[in-house]
């Protein structure tokens, strides 16, 4: 018995339906297999969760971080909507809103957009170390440390 019309729509469909949940594969041997398609990919995780796998505090950056990159070589771009500054306890911080170094655990280097005022100048921090519960942020010839939870939350920028 042959299928009736009012079937054959329906069964284009199921077959369009599956073969879209499947990729065309090339073999090493240039014939053709059907693989099922690749998982979704996760979130990536935002710029304070990195920070957090790299043993730092989500605070040593303000909130609102737009975007980020990481790169394989470990240099990194973090993006704030603009300018921004703030006080950390008794020193003046300011950002760019484009934030870039390299990281590794325990050790940030190459630090450019980030200024600390000193006396009456603002100055370019260019490190930033962790030492067990200290963060050691250096500007210049001047570094201090600061107990790691002075910068437990991210500040909002004024």
């Known amino acids: ?94 950002y760019s809103s484009r934030v870039a170094g390299s990281i590794q655990p325990m050790s940030i280097t190459g630090v450019e957009g980030v200024k600390v005022k000193v006396l009456l100048a603002w100055v370019g921090v260019t490190e930033v170390d962790r030492d067990g519960d200290q963060l050691r942020f250096s500007a210049g010839p001047v570094s201090k440390s600061f107990p790691v939870d002075t910068f437990a939350h991210s500040p909002q920028c004024s």
């Open 1 to 94: 018995m042959a299928p009736s019309r009012h079937h054959l729509p329906l069964l284009g469909v199921t077959i369009a339906l599956c073969l879209a949940t499947l990729t065309v594969a090339a073999s090493p041997d240039d014939t053709t297999t059907l693989a099922p398609s690749p998982e979704p990919e996760l979130p990536q995780p935002t710029a304070y969760e990195m920070l957090e796998r790299y043993n730092f505090t989500e605070g040593i950056l303000p909130e609102g971080v737009t975007g980020y990159v990481l790169r394989p070589d470990d240099s990194f771009e973090v993006y704030l909507p603009g300018d921004c500054s703030f006080r950390a306890g008794s020193i003046h911080i300011r």
